[in-house]
């Protein structure tokens, strides 16, 4: 897919979303050329007949001649209107707007400055507008057809349109390319059955990635796990046919790193729950587990395409959970690459074992923040539901700032407590900690769990469990996987 920017008089797609807000007269310059072109029948149409009003999510399809089609994108009332909302109009009107177009090519309004609405977190200018639409649009346009007979007709080019493009509006619309590369990048993996995509199709997949984009590649198989005495990620992958990998990329900037820092993505290449088997539903979609990891790989794609200043390490534990014969059991007492030791409770708790030793790697990475993103707890579900990632950390600042910048992402985060009471839950009398405790504050116990195992002042723990796959599509995204984290991540990265 191409993205360009584009005078407003000069785009040569067929078809061109154009917002419109409920309740507000003055319409866009890309509005009045298109109702221009339409001899004023655009405008007379909505204001005689009163058939659209603007309303949040609401469309009108408008057709001026053979071969340009406007569809209007109603934003809802100006007070009303969130960055998430805003991208959820966009997805929306894109993957209508792919329904319209015979030239596989669609327009987008640049839209202006939103500082006026007043629950749009602040400062959104045209750069922020020039990255989501592009971003949110590719996420309305996602499908999934690797193993459909009948290919899905896709959309090749975009057009932001607009009459004043800066050097930073240009910036910023590459920012969101690459943003939305990387995450239709993760989704295409996440899709992936797990029978494909193991352990070792994951870590070829990194070794590409690293040829292509020159990082430093350090990739490690089953034995040199065990010389790196990684015991604790090694139980959880002995019961599998397919070996576990151990991946680490690293990009380092020209100059010298404005700040370093570690990506930690959980790997699970399929949870079956080992022997805590779980049952047939809750296994449905456990190839979704290695969402973590795909995503630091598209991550730091965009990374490297940007040229950031920043150096970034991404790694991952990639392993399949089992049950067999050779499978780790429950009272098996692991030790991990720190030497702390693990009674393992419940073996389906998985990902907090690999996850222990990935981020006690880290710690010789010399890096100013380690950061983990894992589908770990099916109790963030429960609490936050399908739209709402959970942020657990050491350092509240951090917290704090990441929380915000998901905001201007047009991402949903909430803070979960990780408090120092929470060890009783974990209590082992012949180990060091037990790796589950009860029913109790599952997502908080995990992330506990995975403090120990960390020396960074500045961890920071993402439990996209409920938000990583959808059941069913929301307003942005089609059922599937939902690259979840990955705009907020890098819009993080690059701050
Ligand atoms: N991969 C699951 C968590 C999960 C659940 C992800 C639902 C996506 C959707 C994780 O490994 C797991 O099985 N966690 C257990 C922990 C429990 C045994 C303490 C869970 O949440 O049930
Ligand atoms: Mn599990
Ligand atoms: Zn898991």
Same mark, same amino acid.
């Given at each position: 897919m191409r993205f360009l920017t584009k005078k407003i008089e000069e785009f040569t797609s067929d078809t061109i979303i154009c917002f419109f807000w409920e309740d507000y007269k003055p319409k866009s310059n890309l509005f009045d050329y298109l109702n221009k072109l339409s001899n004023n029948q655009l405008l007379n149409q909505i204001e005689t007949y009163k058939i659209f009003k603007g309303e949040f999510m609401e469309t009108f399809k408008y057709s001026i001649n053979e071969n340009i089609k406007?569809?209007?994108? #109603?934003?809802?009332?100006? %007070?009303?209107?969130? =960055?998430?909302? /805003?991208?959820?109009?966009?997805? *929306?009107?894109?993957?209508?707007?792919?329904?319209?177009?015979?030239?596989?090519?669609?327009?987008?309004?640049? +839209?202006?400055?939103?500082?006026?609405? +007043?629950? +749009?977190?602040?400062?959104?200018?045209k750069e922020d507008s020039a990255k989501m639409s592009l971003c949110s649009a590719r996420i309305g346009l996602y499908e999934f057809d690797k193993y459909l007979s009948e290919k899905k007709p896709k959309i090749e080019t975009i057009e932001l349109?607009?009459?004043? /493009?800066?050097?930073?509006?240009?910036?910023?619309?590459?920012? #969101?390319?690459?943003?939305? /590369?990387?995450?239709?990048?993760?989704?295409?993996?996440?899709?992936?059955?797990?029978?494909?995509?193991?352990?070792?199709?994951?870590?070829?997949?990194?070794? !590409?990635?690293?040829?292509? &984009?020159?990082?430093?590649?350090?990739?490690?198989?089953? *034995? !040199?796990?065990?010389?790196?005495?990684?015991?604790?990620?090694?139980? @959880?992958? !002995?019961?599998?046919? &397919?070996?576990?990998?151990?991946? &680490?990329?690293?990009?380092?900037?020209?100059?010298?790193? =404005?700040?370093?820092?570690?990506? @930690?993505?959980?790997?699970?290449? /399929?949870?079956? #729950?080992?022997? *805590?088997?779980?049952?047939?539903?809750?296994?449905?979609?456990?190839?979704?587990?290695?969402?973590?990891?795909?995503? @630091?790989?598209?991550?730091?794609?965009?990374?490297?395409?940007?040229?950031s200043d920043i150096e970034l390490h991404v790694v991952a534990a990639l392993c399949e959970n089992m049950t067999s014969g050779s499978a780790y059991k429950q009272g098996d007492i692991l030790t991990a690459m720190n030497g702390k030791t693990i009674e393992v409770d419940n073996t389906?708790?998985?990902? =907090?074992?690999?996850?222990? %030793?990935?981020?006690?790697?880290?710690?010789?990475? *010399?890096?100013?923040?380690?950061?983990?993103?894992?589908?770990?707890?099916?109790?963030?579900?429960?609490?936050? #539901?399908n739209n709402i990632t959970g942020v657990m950390g050491n350092n509240q600042k951090q917290i704090d700032n990441f929380i915000e910048i998901s905001k201007k992402s047009g991402e949903n985060t909430w803070q979960m407590p990780i408090l120092e009471e929470l060890k009783d839950n974990l209590k082992s009398n012949i180990a060091d900690m037990k790796n589950t405790g009860g029913r109790q504050a599952g997502t908080s116990t995990a992330a506990w769990f995975l403090s120990n195992f960390t020396k960074s002042k500045s961890w920071l723990h993402l439990d996209i469990a409920g938000t990583a796959y959808l059941d069913k599509s929301n307003k942005e995204t089609l059922q599937g996987p939902t690259g979840v984290m990955i705009r907020t991540l890098i819009n993080y990265l690059l701050s």
């Open positions: 406007v569809l209007l994108a #109603g934003l809802g009332k100006k %007070d009303k209107l969130t =960055r998430r909302k /805003f991208s959820q109009v966009i997805a *929306n009107a894109a993957r209508i707007a792919k329904n319209m177009t015979k030239n596989n090519s669609i327009g987008i309004e640049l +839209i202006e400055n939103l500082n006026e609405c +007043i629950n +749009i977190t602040k400062n959104f200018n349109l607009d009459d004043n /493009f800066t050097k930073e509006i240009e910036n910023a619309a590459e920012i #969101g390319a690459y943003t939305s /590369f990387a995450m239709k990048f993760t989704k295409d993996l996440v899709n992936e059955q797990a029978q494909i995509a193991t352990p070792e199709y994951i870590a070829n997949i990194a070794a !590409q990635i690293a040829k292509e &984009h020159k990082l430093e590649a350090k990739i490690y198989d089953k *034995n !040199q796990i065990k010389e790196l005495n990684m015991n604790a990620f090694l139980a @959880v992958s !002995q019961g599998s046919v &397919h070996e576990p990998k151990f991946i &680490h990329l690293a990009y380092k900037p020209k100059c010298t790193p =404005r700040k370093k820092i570690a990506l @930690v993505g959980k790997g699970i290449t /399929f949870d079956a #729950g080992g022997m *805590n088997i779980k049952p047939a539903t809750s296994m449905l979609t456990m190839k979704d587990d290695m969402t973590g990891a795909a995503s @630091v790989l598209g991550i730091i794609q965009a990374i490297a395409k940007l040229e389906d708790a998985e990902g =907090r074992i690999t996850l222990a %030793d990935a981020l006690t790697y880290c710690d010789k990475l *010399n890096v100013d923040e380690v950061i983990d993103i894992a589908t770990l707890t099916g109790a963030v579900i429960v609490s936050l #539901g």
